[in-house]
């Protein structure tokens, strides 16, 4: 069983400011605090479940996790029909390397994530009312478990729950 000494940091942004939140883990093992998602065919979350922040795919809608924390292992995800705050709505890997700079890795998000994002939701994110963030490997996970996986998260800007998948909503 593999040890889960960092997670990914989630970098919330908005229209005029971005903020970085550090979110990691500390030596812990996989799936202690939490299962595994319950699953239809297509991998859609099908019950709530508590499941390890490596485990998180694209299409998957969570509970916003406790902002005021600074170490996640788990996160709750939701069938996307269910009230939800987040949906993850692409995902891609940094290249090989030295472990990259903070304004290397927000560059490289929003040069990916932005055009993903209106290709998801139909909108550009400065027309919705929708907004995203990221889950990016911290130098730890990069070093220890070669996590190089970054994940765009969309929310609300209202802070208002999310009912059904956003994907080609134009909200």
């Not at 299409?59 to 069938?79: I, Q, R, Y």
């Not at 993850?88 to 994002?117: N, S």
């Not at 907004?131 to 209202?158: H, M, N």
């Amino acid at each position: 069983m593999s040890l889960r000494s960092s997670l990914r940091p989630l970098a919330l942004t908005g229209s005029a400011l971005a903020a970085a939140v550090l979110l990691s883990g500390c030596s812990i093992p996989a799936n202690v605090f939490s299962g595994d998602a319950e699953r239809n065919e297509k991998g859609a979350v099908t019950a709530d479940s508590k499941i390890d922040i490596f485990e998180l795919k694209v299409g998957d809608c969570k509970l916003a996790d406790d902002a005021s924390s600074t170490e996640l292992s788990d996160t709750n995800v939701v069938p996307c029909d269910d009230p939800h705050d987040e949906e993850i709505f692409y995902e891609f890997d940094l290249p090989e390397g030295d472990f990259p700079a903070a304004d290397v890795v927000e560059k490289t998000v929003w040069e990916t994530c932005d055009p993903q994002f209106e290709a998801f939701v139909g909108l550009s994110e400065a027309d919705s009312t929708l907004t995203y963030a990221y889950f990016s490997p911290t130098k730890d996970g990069w070093e220890q478990l070669d996590d190089r996986t970054i994940q765009c998260v969309l929310f609300s800007e209202e802070g208002t729950p999310l009912e059904g998948s956003a994907k080609g909503t134009k909200i």
